[in-house]
């Protein structure tokens, strides 16, 4: 099983409709979770970091299930400006505060917005 | 603030031939990255420093690929030699929080796009 897995899409959605991502992660130690977003030739940047007890922020939710070991994100009423590749974050597992604990970044979902 | 900058932004080369990417992370922050990203996938980890120390270089191709961060603050990645398949962005992160499992947001870099001819 891969690291983090993503579904690579493309993700093809009229603007306005509500789109679901998931992501898988095989290692059940990791206890940092996000969702980057990286548009096309640029750097990735946060979008919002996933806590267990689920998190919103304007119209995007992102759940997580420690259980699973499985990410999601919502993106609610899609406009064009959110046309990107969607890239689900997980740490390694060392937590000892000293070991590798840099982040594993999936493939990322691409999402294109049609007017 | 000013981000995280890395230089060159563009680098063609012949294979066999070496490069060296620099990365000045955002002031203050301890925990440094490199990451590939090669088109069509996600970002690769290469290694990891905290302050000038290495934490995880477990995936960094130590026959070419070498890095360093000797005052704790800037750094670089050499490829010595080049192969075609080093072609990709490299991105320099930096964070400023790293506790027992738990990291902060990551800043990246606009990086550094390698092509090996």
């Known amino acids: 099983r891969k690291e983090v897995e993503q579904d690579p899409g493309p993700f093809n959605v009229p603007e306005g409709a509500t789109v679901a991502f998931n992501c898988t992660y095989s290692?059940?130690?990791?206890?940092?979770f996000f969702w980057y977003r990286q548009d096309c030739r640029k750097e990735p940047k946060l979008l919002m970091s996933?806590?267990?007890s689920g998190n919103e922020d304007g119209r995007f939710t992102a759940q997580l299930n420690r259980a699973s070991q499985y990410i999601s994100l919502l993106i609610r009423d899609s406009k064009l400006s959110d046309s990107a590749t969607y890239l689900c974050?997980?740490?390694?597992?060392?937590?000892?505060?000293?070991?590798?604990?840099?982040?594993?970044f999936g493939k990322g979902t691409h999402l294109i917005i049609q007017p | 603030e000013a981000g995280v900058a890395q230089s060159p932004r563009y680098k063609i080369i012949e294979k066999r031939q070496s490069v060296a990417f620099w990365c000045n992370p955002i002031s203050g922050h301890a925990t440094l990255y490199w990451y590939q990203q090669i088109l069509g996938q996600g970002p690769k980890l290469l290694i990891q420093f905290q302050n000038n120390g290495v934490v995880d270089d477990s995936q960094l191709p130590k026959d070419r690929f070498s890095a360093e961060r000797l005052k704790g603050v800037d750094s670089t990645l050499k490829i010595q030699p080049a192969k075609l398949e080093d072609s990709a962005v490299y991105l320099c992160?930096?964070?400023?929080?790293?506790?027992?499992?738990?990291?902060?947001?990551?800043?990246f870099g606009e990086g550094s796009r390698l092509t090996v001819l």
């Open positions: 992160a930096s964070s400023s929080f790293r506790d027992r499992g738990l990291i902060g947001e990551l800043f």
């Open positions: 290692n059940s130690a990791s206890q940092s």
């Open positions: 974050v997980v740490n390694k597992t060392d937590v000892s505060g000293g070991g590798a604990d840099g982040l594993t």
């Open positions: 996933v806590y267990s």
